[in-house]
C-alpha cells in the first residue's frame, strides 16, 4: 500500500468503526518537550492518530443531576466503560492494520492514569488532538471542537507511518466566556487560557478536581462529575436548539 492508500484506508476503517473524528499530528517540533514530559520511548515516534467519538448529548445533559445515583451511573458507563472501551478497541484494529503494512503503532488507552502524582496517562490525547486539528484546548483544559464542543473522548496512536498530518490548528473560540470556572464547584480554574509553552497546573489544578470527584464517589458511590464538560456553550445541545429556533 503506498502513503496515500494506506492513509485513505486508515481514515475510512475508523469512520465505519464508528469513530467521529480523525485527524494525524506531526509531533515533530514538540520532539524535546516529548522526551522531558513522557520519555524517550514515546519520543520516538513522530506523529499520533488522534481518535475521537461524541458523546451521546441525552447522557451528558444529566449531569445537573448527578446527585441521582442513576444519573451519574450512567453517564460513567456510557463514557468510561462503553465509549473508552469503543475507541481502545478501534485504536487496537488501526495499530494491527498499520503493523501489518510494516510500521511500528503503539496505541495508547483512552482512560488509563499511569502517573499518579500529576494525574496523567502515558502520552496526552489532548496534545495529539490539539496538533492534528481536531480542536483547542479550552479554559476548562479540554479539547474542544467546534462541532461537539468538549463532548468527546480520545485515544490516540503513536506510529511511524508515513500518514499525512493535519497541520493547521484550531482557533481558540474561548472568548470572554468563563462558564467553565464559574460552574467548578472546587474553583480547579485559573481562568488563564491555554498556552502551549505553559504547564498545565498554570490553568488547572487536577489534584482538587480528582479529590472532588472521589468524593462524589464516597457520597454517591459514583465517581463522577463533568460539569465543566456540560456547561461549555460550543457543545452540540446549543447548536440543535438553535436549529430548532
Ligand atoms: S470535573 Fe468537576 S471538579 Fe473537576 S474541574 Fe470539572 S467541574 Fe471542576
Ligand atoms: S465553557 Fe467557555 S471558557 Fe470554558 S471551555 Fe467552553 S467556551 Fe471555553
Not at 441521582?68 to 487496537?92: C, Q
Request: aromatic share 6%.
Amino acid at each position: 500500500m503506498d502513503r496515500k492508500e494506506l492513509d485513505r484506508h486508515i481514515r475510512d476503517s475508523a469512520q465505519i468503526w464508528g469513530v467521529d473524528f480523525v485527524g494525524v499530528a506531526d509531533l515533530t517540533p514538540i520532539h524535546d518537550a516529548v522526551v522531558r514530559q513522557w520519555g524517550p520511548v514515546i519520543a520516538e515516534y513522530p506523529r499520533a492518530v488522534s481518535l475521537g467519538i461524541a458523546l451521546l448529548n441525552p447522557i451528558v445533559d444529566q449531569l445537573p443531576r448527578q446527585a441521582e445515583r442513576a444519573a451519574a451511573m450512567t453517564y460513567r458507563h456510557h463514557v468510561y466503560d462503553v465509549t473508552d472501551r469503543r475507541l481502545d478497541l478501534i485504536a487496537s484494529r488501526l495499530s494491527s492494520m498499520l503493523q501489518n503494512e510494516g510500521w511500528s503503532a503503539m496505541p495508547i488507552p483512552a482512560s488509563q492514569e499511569v502517573d499518579e502524582e500529576h494525574i496523567c496517562g502515558v502520552f496526552s490525547h489532548k496534545v495529539a488532538a490539539r496538533l492534528a486539528g481536531i480542536g483547542w484546548i479550552g479554559k476548562n483544559a479540554l479539547l474542544i471542537t467546534n462541532e461537539v464542543g468538549p463532548r468527546v473522548r480520545l485515544a490516540t496512536i503513536l506510529t511511524d507511518a508515513p500518514m499525512e498530518t493535519s497541520g493547521k490548528l484550531r482557533r481558540d473560540r474561548c472568548g470572554t466566556c468563563t462558564k467553565c470556572i464559574e460552574i467548578c464547584p472546587v474553583n480547579a480554574f485559573t481562568g488563564r487560557s491555554f498556552r502551549a509553552d505553559e504547564p498545565r497546573d498554570a490553568r488547572f489544578d487536577a489534584r482538587m478536581c480528582d479529590r472532588h470527584v472521589e468524593k462524589r464517589r464516597k457520597e454517591v458511590g459514583v465517581a463522577v462529575c463533568g460539569l465543566c464538560l456540560y456547561v461549555c456553550p460550543h457543545a452540540k445541545r446549543e447548536q440543535q436548539e438553535h436549529k430548532t429556533i
